[in-house]
């Protein structure tokens, strides 16, 4: 079979690798579609985990995490599944290739789909998980201000599921450094978008929503944003103050929130005494638990959530490199996905 192997950063090649045999706990899966995600991309740029990302083959490691695809294969012990399943799910690599196997963790890794979700769609099931996760984590209600940190797949993800949640938010303002990303947020129903590129966002978002005196200190004032997502992490080549700063300097006292899911690239410091002072909630957001699962596949398969939206390219599995290449321009791309 054909496979995607990565060899070193901007490295990779398709080549014909063995076709996989499977584990009695295992099942073989025909890849229909697999995305390229960002953690693709520190391997890709940088060689960062590159050993968690793929899978070892003979002929190198193949990357691929988010994908869908049917069941050919089931091994002896697998009780869930059946050959013929469309199914979803994430794996330690290896969905760059026409096949995969894949060591089932009921409830936890792959998942039925239902009949007419698209295998692209059903492929970023994995990171829209992430986006619920998250978005339930920081608790919004009716009438709070959110800001979100980042419009790649997970801060996008985020706004789709603020949409769809059973409360009337007042604004949420998606901050991001790609006008093409955040027109994107817009048509995903962002209230307010911004470039941090030309503008500062925070005096920005103090004209949008507003900003309240601090009780601690008087003379001093805070946004009044309830709930910031932090979706950027820290980005070594980018020049503006790291969004977890900017997040602690710009939410409310006492009740603020701050979740994390973006990935630091290295260290950094913070100050951190408006953290202090007004009481911020910093939450850290990584994965999904099985309710996230259940929720982001009804939101999927009922339509209100429309995944297809943020899919900008797909390739086939020979241009592998021609898609980790476009995944790279934040400007040009949001979603792109592979169709072995
Ligand atoms: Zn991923």
């Known amino acids: ?42 391997m890709y740029k940088l060689d960062l985990h590159t050993d968690k990302l793929c899978r070892k083959t003979g002929k190198g490691r193949i990357p691929g995490h988010e994908f869908s695809g049917d069941v050919v294969k089931v091994g002896a ?24 196997p894949v060591l089932v963790y009921p409830g936890f890794n792959l998942f039925k789909i239902p009949p007419d979700l698209s295998y692209e769609a059903a492929a970023t099931l ?3 998980a992430n986006s619920v996760h998250a978005t339930l984590k920081g608790k919004p209600a009716n009438g709070e201000n959110v800001v979100v940190f980042g419009a790649g797949i997970i801060g996008l993800g985020i706004v789709q599921c603020l949409k769809e949640l059973d409360i009337q938010l007042n604004k ?40 309240s005196p601090l009780m601690t200190y008087a003379e001093e004032s805070t946004a009044n944003i309830d ?36 990935l630091f690239e290295e260290t950094i410091p913070l100050d951190l005494s408006y953290f202090v002072v007004k009481q911020v909630a910093v939450l850290g957001s990584f994965g999904f638990f099985p309710d996230d699962i259940a929720m982001a596949l009804d939101l999927m ?9 943020i899919i900008t390219h797909t390739f086939p599995l020979d241009q592998a490199r021609e898609a980790f290449d476009m995944q790279c321009d934040v400007d040009s791309s949001v979603k792109v996905m592979i169709m072995p």
């Open 301 to 309: 398969g009922s339509g209100k959530v429309d995944r297809r939206q």
């Open 1 to 42: 079979m054909k496979a995607a192997i990565f060899h070193k950063p901007f490295d990779m090649t398709i080549e014909a690798v063995e076709m996989p045999e499977i584990g009695d706990g295992e099942i073989l899966l025909n890849v229909k579609a697999c995305g390229i995600c960002g953690s693709d991309l520190h």
């Open 172 to 211: 949420i303002i998606v901050v991001d450094v790609s006008d093409g990303r955040l027109k994107m947020a817009e048509k995903l129903g962002a209230d307010e978008i911004i470039n941090a590129s030309r503008t500062s966002p925070e005096a920005r978002i103090r004209e949008i929503v507003g900003s």
């Open 77 to 100: 012990n697998v009780q869930e599944f059946q050959v013929g399943d469309r199914v979803a799910g994430v794996t330690n690599g290896g969905g760059f290739a026409e096949y995969n």
């Open 126 to 128: 994995e990171p829209f």
């Open 227 to 262: 709930v910031v997502y932090d979706c950027v992490g820290y980005i070594r080549e980018r020049p503006e103050p790291a969004a977890l700063q900017q997040a602690i300097n710009m939410v409310r006292e006492f009740t603020g929130r701050i979740v994390v899911h973006g």
